[in-house]
């Protein structure tokens, strides 16, 4: 999956909890929600209000793009909590999104079956 593919596809998944993400489709996006942050918080001049609008804009995207990859490592989405411990949480999770899919459907859907994935 490409830059704008996985851009697009969070999009019209906005907020769509089911299914699968790869992990090109988690980076991209993720990526992109750090690069939209970076340009608002240098270029614009009144940054609290305008940053603010596009993180909350961004929130639900992003949480349902990582449901969806823990789902593709057949994990529960609830597991996103793991995040509130401090550190570890955020290890966990980064190995985790780093971790390659199941390539065989499991209980959240198919293999997502991103070239780069494999």
């Known amino acids: 999956m490409q830059f704008h ?3 697009q ?5 906005y907020a769509n909890f089911n299914g699968r993400a790869s992990r090109s489709e ?5 990526l992109f929600v750090v690069l939209v942050n970076l ?9 609290g209000a305008i940053t603010g609008i596009i993180t909350l804009a ?4 992003n949480l349902a793009v ?3 990859r ?3 490592i057949d994990r529960s989405g609830w597991w996103i909590l793991i995040i509130a411990v401090p550190l ?5 999770m980064i190995y985790w999104t780093i971790k390659a899919g199941s390539p065989a459907t499991n209980q959240y859907g198919e293999y997502p079956g991103a070239e780069f994935d494999t």
Request: overall charge negative.
């Open 26 to 30: 988690y980076w991209w996006f993720f």
């Open 70 to 72: 823990l789902h593709d």
């Open 88 to 92: 570890i949480g955020a290890i966990i």
């Open 9 to 13: 596809t969070c999009f019209i998944k």
């Open 39 to 47: 340009v608002a918080s240098t270029f614009i001049e009144q940054q």
């Open 58 to 61: 961004l929130f639900l995207p």
């Open 66 to 68: 990582q449901v969806r």
């Open 5 to 7: 593919e996985a851009i």
